[in-house]
């Protein structure tokens, strides 16, 4: 379990003072260190505790994201925490969980934990994704639903899948995973932001978008809606991205505010030469807006990226309340160079009026 970088760094600092063998010393501390890689975290709010989610894998497995299960720990002030161990992993009995553990979200209502995760099957079957939902009444001991909560069918009109290669394979990859779910108070509706893939977008690979779906109760059933955001590129029908993980809402200022991340390597070549490439990089943020709740969401500028976020080092980076000042923003993720989480030191969020920017 590791959650904090500085201990990493510290030691990698201290090997590099060695007289002799730093190589391979600084290569012994990197494999260790990356033994049982850490990503995808996210947080709730549960009284005076906080409550972490995040996904454990092997370093064995090739690529790692192939292999990986839903791990917990709890904590006082984000700082400190105890170990829960699992939470969830793949359950043979199911399917279309049966291969791989995904990213989620939590929540707590009337005395109930809602676990929102992600999944996919084994085999054939490991890039078809699919979304669950598990649910307690203590935070530990979880009862999982054995069907998916929400999936599009093959015909559906708004989103599908791509072939992709992966190990001298090829796959249909179903993009269908990281949900988000958020209670809309002005409504009382439930919207789950997911990253998906629309059905129809031009030639090539490059039609991430953000699905949406909607429930009057957390634990649904959820309507499939048109897609929230479905970025193109000008005089094109393609999206600048492949995928849109870890999308994030916010309502703050009289607008909707979406948040997601993209690796440079499923970035479009099109819309990379439209924007300035210095602010792109693998922890890069990027920010839409709409005035709605359903979308369409925006960028909020040619190059849509939280100002900071290209340097901060974070993939998956979300948003979460300042513990010592709850009207403020930490940024909170993990380091894609050394897997591990980035929860703290904390990272704080300058958000004004129309600007954000990350205080790296």
């Given amino acids: 379990m590791k959650f904090n970088s500085t ?10 003072q060695l007289p002799k063998g730093r190589s391979k010393a600084l290569g012994a501390l990197f494999s260790l260190w990356n033994s049982h890689p850490s990503w995808d975290p996210w947080l709730l709010k549960d009284g ?45 009995e199911h399917s279309w969980e049966a291969g791989r553990m995904l990213a989620g979200c939590a929540l707590k209502e009337n005395g109930i934990y809602y676990l929102f995760y992600s999944a996919a099957g084994e085999g054939a079957e490991i890039m078809n994704e699919g979304i669950g939902l598990a649910t307690s ?7 999982r639903s054995p069907r998916e ?18 190990g001298g394979c090829d796959y249909d990859h179903y993009q269908w ?104 990089t693998d922890s890069s943020l990027y920010w839409y807006v709409a005035d709605q709740i359903t979308g369409p969401y925006q960028p909020v500028s040619q190059t849509p990226v939280v100002s900071g976020s290209s340097r901060s080092g974070i993939y998956g980076t979300n948003f979460f309340s300042a513990p010592d000042a709850p009207d403020e923003f930490i940024a909170y993720g993990w380091y894609c160079k050394r897997m591990t989480l980035a929860i703290s030191p904390f990272v704080r969020v300058i958000w004004n009026q129309d600007s954000i920017r990350l205080s790296i």
């Fill in 7 to 16: 201990l990493y760094q510290t030691t990698a600092q201290l090997v590099g």
């Fill in 137 to 143: 009444r203590d935070g530990i001991h979880w009862q």
């Fill in 177 to 280: 995973r990281d949900p988000y779910v958020v209670k809309d108070e002005q409504t009382g509706l439930y919207y789950m932001f997911i990253c998906a893939y629309r059905k129809e977008g031009g030639k090539g690979a490059y039609r991430g978008c953000v699905g949406l779906a909607v429930a009057d109760r957390i634990d649904g059933s959820y309507e499939l809606l048109p897609p929230a955001a479905t970025p193109t590129i000008e005089g094109t029908q393609e999206s600048p991205f492949y995928e849109m993980e870890r999308p994030q809402v916010i309502y703050r200022n009289g607008q909707y505010h979406l948040f997601f991340s993209c690796w440079t390597t499923w970035l479009n070549p099109k819309w990379l030469g439209t924007v300035d490439r210095a602010q792109i």
């Fill in 48 to 92: 005076d505790i906080y409550r972490l989610f995040y996904l454990l894998g092997s370093s064995k497995s090739g690529p790692w994201w192939l292999e990986g299960k839903i791990c917990g720990a709890i904590s006082t002030d984000l700082e400190q925490w105890q170990d829960l161990g699992t939470v969830l992993e793949v359950s043979p």
């Fill in 149 to 166: 909560l929400v999936k599009p069918d093959a015909n559906h009109r708004w989103y599908g899948q791509y072939k992709r290669s992966l």
